[in-house]
Antibody
Framework: QVTLRESGPALVKPTQTLTLTCTFS??????????VSWIRQPPGKALEWLAR???????YYSTSLKTRLTISKDTSKNQVVLTMTNMDPVDTATYYC??????????????WGQGTLVTVSS | QTVVTQEPSLTVSPGGTVTLTCASS?????????PNWFQQKPGQAPRALIY???NKHSWTPARFSGSLLGGKAALTLSGVQPEDEAEYYC???????????FGGGTKLTVL
């Protein structure tokens, strides 16, 4: 059974750095083809893809947020960590992590966490 | 800046058929964009429905289908049920170091 769960602070101040952790079970991020992505959704708005980390430690970032994001993994702990620097109130959103499979020449998003709401306010 | 465009809203009657589309500002959407589709109900996380254009997950109801239509990715719901009322998002893959990009979502009303 595949599960993902996001954790991190509910409230951060402007200019601070946000650190979010995605803890997963039911798969290993060292298995070929396994990836984890972060996605966010401001209240009442659309989903926005943020970053992806692959089984071989390749990393990819949203073009518009690239300078502020860092994604990393701890395979032994089954965790993926996203840091976002210089937080601003416009970064207030629910942050999700999701599993992606590169399998049989297909990109497959399948399982998502329930999301964690992060509010940026002084 | 790459933009993925969906219909902002659509309305369908119960039992009817509706097609949602997903267009790319870069040109025609092909299978190489590996379109994924998601359903999101209020207060819930998105749920994956379709991957790589037309492949269903084990939990995807048979009434949902994905395709390419007129240079766009498409999601068709046949025999719409009241519980299909939700926001639907497409996601396109632009390859290499370029990011994935979500569409703006389609709010589907079943009325």
């Amino acid at each position: 059974q595949v599960t993902l769960r996001e954790s991190g602070p509910a409230l951060v101040k402007p200019t601070q750095t946000l650190t979010l952790t995605c803890t997963f079970s039911g798969f290993s991020l060292s298995t070929s083809g396994m990836c984890v992505s972060w996605i966010r959704q401001p209240p009442g708005k659309a989903l926005e893809w943020l970053a992806r980390i692959d089984w071989d430690d390749d990393k990819y970032y949203s073009t518009s947020l690239k300078t502020r994001l860092t994604i990393s993994k701890d395979t032994s702990k089954n965790q993926v960590v996203l840091t976002m620097t210089n937080m601003d109130p416009v970064d207030t959103a629910t942050y999700y992590c999701a599993r992606i499979l590169w399998y049989s020449s297909s990109w497959r998003f399948d399982y998502w966490g329930q999301g964690t709401l992060v509010t940026v306010s002084s | 800046q790459t933009v993925v465009t969906q219909e902002p809203s659509l309305t369908v009657s119960p039992g009817g058929t509706v097609t949602l589309t997903c267009a790319s500002s870069t040109g025609a959407v092909t299978s190489g964009y590996y379109p994924n589709w998601f359903q999101q109900k209020p207060g819930q996380a998105p749920r994956a429905l379709i991957y790589s254009t037309s492949n269903k997950h084990s939990w995807t109801p048979a009434r949902f289908s994905g395709s390419l239509l007129g240079g766009k990715a498409a999601l068709t719901l046949s025999g719409v049920q009241p519980e299909d009322e939700a926001e639907y998002y497409c996601l396109l893959y632009y390859g290499g170091a370029r990011p994935w990009v979500f569409g703006g979502g389609t709010k589907l009303t079943v009325l």
